[in-house]
């Protein structure tokens, strides 16, 4: 169990450069803000945490439960990217740690890198590109087509998929799509039942999947070899979903015509760093260093949207789009002086007993909610009187508590 109570000062840990527009957001709210530049170790994190009660990652910041473990106040965790497997989330709800990423916002920078590289490809750009900084003069037509009346296979039709199906049907091309996911086909795109049936007929496969751990190695090489003879491939979902091993050699023999890349089972953890790939040196593949997102309008909007939703949590205990919370926000009642925000144990009569311990000790509640999401429970409640300590302190000792805060009941611009 923990205890914020509405008088400690916030600090908040940004690693791995998110926007600084984040920066503004946690000054504007008051928030304390310490960088640093690129990711950080197992034991380097948790010193640094010393202190800390919100921290912001991006993709190569790994947050494990040894961490939950030794930093206990530790409240809140910005992903400012799309992925969040790299946080131990079953240990972040344990210890009633709020995760919040931001799923939607470089949806469009993932989406024209896949178009351009899909033009790239088709025109072999890549390899007249290195022959004539070596030098050599090679203009013709063999081989290079146009993408208007080409086959888009679109493997994973989440947000991405689906805007790059419409601007991939701009450009002419035909598209069809396969999910596990029941998913509602957008302009002319086409649902195929099987992943097979998808692979025979596209000219271009892109991955848009998740990072479930179970899609690892999901396009192997059975994958590989169903797919049409002279096609490509384009991955900028997530790097453990392809065997690149296959992959390189699907791509040697000629039976796909050329891949672009953008993430790798190993990557770097910063720049600089030395990477090493089977892809490297086939002048057939484009190979980026995980850039889909990284565009300055991304960036931006990632910085703003996921330092917005800590501050919101923090400020007024809004769990709104958090990954591992019950998504709540109440609105401030109009004669609410406190808010209580309690993580607990999802157990029969949790708020029966809350709201009795409010109610023997003379704490009046002006508003309410909850909710409930596997074995925790969220509720937030906002109280018109006084608040005794030994409210707090009873609900402190629950054993059925695992999180509980304290703050000035919020206004109705959330501060």
Same mark, same amino acid.
């Given at each position: 169990m923990a205890l914020a109570c509405k008088d400690i000062s916030m600090n908040v840990l940004l690693l791995e450069n998110p926007h600084e527009v984040a920066d503004e957001i946690f000054r504007d709210a008051s928030f304390t803000v310490e960088r640093y530049a690129g990711a950080l170790s197992e034991n380097d994190l948790i010193r640094a945490l010393d202190g800390v009660d919100a921290l912001g990652i991006r993709s190569?910041?790994?947050?494990?439960?040894?961490?939950?473990?030794?930093?206990?106040?530790? !409240? &809140?965790?910005?992903?400012?990217?799309?992925?969040? +497997?790299?946080?131990?989330?079953?240990?972040?709800?344990?210890? !009633? &740690?709020?995760?919040?990423?931001?799923?939607?916002? +470089?949806?469009?920078?993932?989406?024209?890198?896949?178009?351009?590289q899909i033009i790239a490809l088709s025109r072999h750009l890549p390899t007249k590109n290195q022959l004539l900084h070596r030098g050599s003069w090679q203009k013709t037509a063999t081989g290079a087509r146009e993408v208007r009346g080409k086959t888009l296979g679109i493997v994973g039709y989440g947000h991405i998929g689906m805007q790059l199906s419409v601007l991939a049907e701009a450009l002419g091309m035909r598209v069809v799509f396969y999910d596990v996911a029941e998913r509602l086909a957008v302009g002319n795109a086409k649902r195929v039942n099987t992943l097979e049936a998808l692979l025979r007929q596209s000219d271009f496969v892109s991955l848009h999947v998740d990072g479930n751990p179970k899609n690892r190695n999901f396009f192997d090489a059975t994958a590989i070899a169903a797919m049409k003879p002279g096609s490509y491939l384009i991955n900028l979902s997530r790097g453990f979903v392809v065997d690149v091993d296959a992959l390189a050699q699907a791509l040697a023999s000629g039976h796909l015509a050329g891949a672009a890349v953008d993430v790798f089972p190993?990557?770097?953890q910063q720049n600089g760093e030395t990477f090493q790939s089977v892809l490297a040196g086939l002048d057939n593949v484009i190979l980026t260093p995980h850039i889909g997102g990284s565009t300055e309008e991304a960036q931006y909007d990632i910085g703003?949207?996921?330092?917005?939703?800590?501050?919101?949590?923090?400020?007024?205990?809004?769990?709104?789009?958090?990954?591992?919370?019950?998504?709540l926000s109440l609105p401030p009642a109009s004669e609410a002086r406190y808010r209580v925000a309690y993580i607990h144990q999802n157990s029969p009569g949790a708020l029966a007993r809350l709201n009795r311990t409010f109610a023997d000790r003379g704490a009046n509640i002006e508003g309410q909610i909850l909710g409930t999401q596997g074995e925790v429970g969220y509720v937030i409640t906002d109280i018109s009187s006084e608040l005794p300590i030994e409210v707090i302190s009873e609900i402190s000792d629950s054993p059925e508590t695992i999180r509980l805060k304290v703050l000035s009941c919020p206004t109705e611009e959330g501060n």
């Open positions: 190569k910041t790994q947050v494990s439960g040894r961490v939950f473990d030794q930093c206990p106040r530790l !409240g &809140v965790i910005g992903a400012f990217c799309i992925g969040t +497997n790299q946080i131990d989330l079953k240990s972040a709800i344990k210890r !009633g &740690v709020a995760v919040f990423n931001a799923p939607y916002s +470089n949806t469009r920078s993932v989406v024209e890198l896949a178009i351009c190993s990557e770097p703003r949207f996921v330092s917005q939703k800590i501050v919101t949590y923090e400020r007024a205990a809004s769990s709104d789009m958090s990954v591992n919370l019950p998504n």
